[in-house]
């Protein structure tokens, strides 16, 4: 093809950096996009944006993400590690743009709730802080860490203790949630937001 | 609010199994979709659907996804270890209901290359087959396979080696590939597809 362009170990690894982290944060397709709350045992709260949320199980109902301790997020490893206890908010289409910006640099006295404009809200015993404007908000109880040698970041599972949905129509007959219905967005890379539009819903692949 | 829903830790675990399946598969938010292609020692090939591969750096570049060695895609995991190296294959919009196809349990001498009609690719001297109607191809080394404990799954990491793009227009001047010119679908829950339409792309935020 004319058009094609190939990429090989070598040409990685000589693309100059801001390139390489674009490109590479890009080409693994669409990833979801979360608010994770945290509050360190001063009572500070935390409030940081992630693309890394997957799902690890249904029973018991594990969620994992990936964390680099090094970088802006290290609020939201220590509060985690300190208090086993963390939020995972889901990112609608009017909230983006603070979502955004709670991946700034602010330091461990400011809260991203109150420097990005959100609004923390607690429910019942839980510890750490939801986002009273996300219409889908995770409890989540930490289980395990586990360090990904490679590159010294780690997966951090966590059981989903809480699931707050502000509207049950947003749930269908099945049991799924409607992503469209809520409002939730998907994030490309570091920085490109979509909204996605539903295509279509499969049943169970068969032979 | 009148029309919230609540599902605590008890309520989760008590849920009918399918509904329960639903239900967590789909809160994590929108997943990336995408057809991973094996080959055992004896050169029989595999292609499955995953909806869970995660960004885990761009220095090395690290991708990783979640894998159940006891379900479906064991011929993945096999495969894998066996030989160290996979392909990971966008899906567009066209290729739906095929990619989903490859979900069903064929048999280790089927190949679901054939059995849902993906055209196998090789790239230079690399082991493992690419899918050639994919518009946006990876070619992974394997780094580590880490157990998660808490459910007996694995967070399979590896390094990307070759990225072959159909259309260098993909890409924008920054590195990044826009995925809705690729056309590539995002995944919420087991089977319901999606394509993102672009909202914005934001700064890098500051203080």
Not at 194 to 202: G, I, M, V
């Amino acid at each position: 093809m004319n058009n094609s362009i190939v990429f090989d170990a070598d040409k990685i690894s000589s693309l100059e950096k801001k390139y390489r982290i674009a490109l590479i944060n890009s080409i693994s397709g669409f990833k979801s996009a979360s608010l994770l709350g945290t509050v360190n045992k001063q009572g500070n709260t935390n409030l940081a944006i992630f693309n890394s949320v997957v799902h690890i199980g249904a029973n018991p109902p594990l969620l994992g993400f990936i964390l680099r301790p090094t970088t802006v997020p290290r609020h939201t490893y220590q509060n985690i590690i300190a208090t086993d206890y963390y939020t995972i908010n889901h990112i609608h289409e009017e909230m983006v743009d603070k979502a955004h910006q709670t991946g700034a640099k602010y330091d461990s006295l400011e809260s991203e709730f109150d420097q990005c404009g959100f609004t923390s809200q607690y429910y019942e015993a839980f510890k750490a802080p939801f986002v009273k404007e996300s219409r889908v908000k995770l409890g989540m109880h930490l289980k395990e860490v586990l360090p990904v040698k490679s590159n010294g970041t780690y997966l951090v599972v966590g059981e989903i203790v809480h699931i707050l949905i502000d509207d049950e129509s947003y749930l269908d007959d099945t049991g799924a949630i409607s992503l469209n219905k809520a409002g939730t967005v998907a994030i490309s890379g570091l920085d490109s937001y979509y909204s996605p539009q539903f295509l279509k819903k499969l049943p169970i692949p068969r032979v």
